[in-house]
């Protein structure tokens, strides 16, 4: 069977066949979810934000440009939406459930440290501006090459590069202060 690609599909949905979006909501929504859960940190929100995000995608299917990547621009109208929610409620990220989120490869569950250490890191990526946290969930856990992240920011790729650089720098310093650490070199 042919997997048909998602430029295809949204052209579909751009077509009227409004049932084509599905194929994209499950090619998508956990990778969204994953992605608005490291920014939101509330999973109730983050369920709606993702439907809410793929609302506006069937209601603003006529602005895809098939030239364009079609995951660059799900994950700006998922940024957007977060926005606008971020703007209507005034959230902010709980330290609590922010630690809960893993990165998709798997993790070996038997060691002890590592498991500490990821949440140790988790909390770590929480305690980052939302700048800084947003770069590294892009670049880091959906893989985003630095070339969608700056279309998707609407930047330079130079200035992804910068960000991503200094984002981890902080994130290394936040996690070796968790940890008690002395931080060298810096």
């Known amino acids: 069977m042919e997997t048909l690609s998602d430029s295809v599909l949204m052209g579909r949905v751009q077509a009227g066949e409004t049932a084509q979006l599905a194929l994209l909501f499950e090619r998508y929504h956990l990778a969204l979810f994953r992605y608005l859960l490291h920014l939101t940190g509330s999973r109730s929100l983050t369920e709606d934000l993702v439907q809410e995000c793929f609302l506006r995608v069937l209601k603003y299917a006529a602005s895809y440009d098939s030239s364009f990547a079609f995951q660059v621009w799900l994950y700006r109208m998922a940024r ?107």
Request: proline share 4%; charged share 40%.
């Open 80 to 186: 957007n939406v977060y926005f606008d929610a971020r703007h209507k409620r005034r959230f902010e990220v709980p330290d609590t459930e922010i630690r809960e989120i893993r990165s998709p490869e798997p993790i070996a569950e038997d060691i002890l440290a590592q498991k500490e250490d990821s949440a140790l890191l988790q909390e770590a990526l929480a305690k980052l501006p939302e700048d800084k946290r947003e770069v590294l969930v892009l670049s880091r856990f959906h893989d985003l090459g630095y070339e969608d992240i700056a279309a998707l920011l609407k930047c330079e790729i130079g200035t992804v590069r910068v960000r991503v650089y200094r984002a981890l720098k902080e994130l290394r310093e936040k996690f070796c202060e968790i940890r008690g650490e002395r931080l060298y070199g810096v």
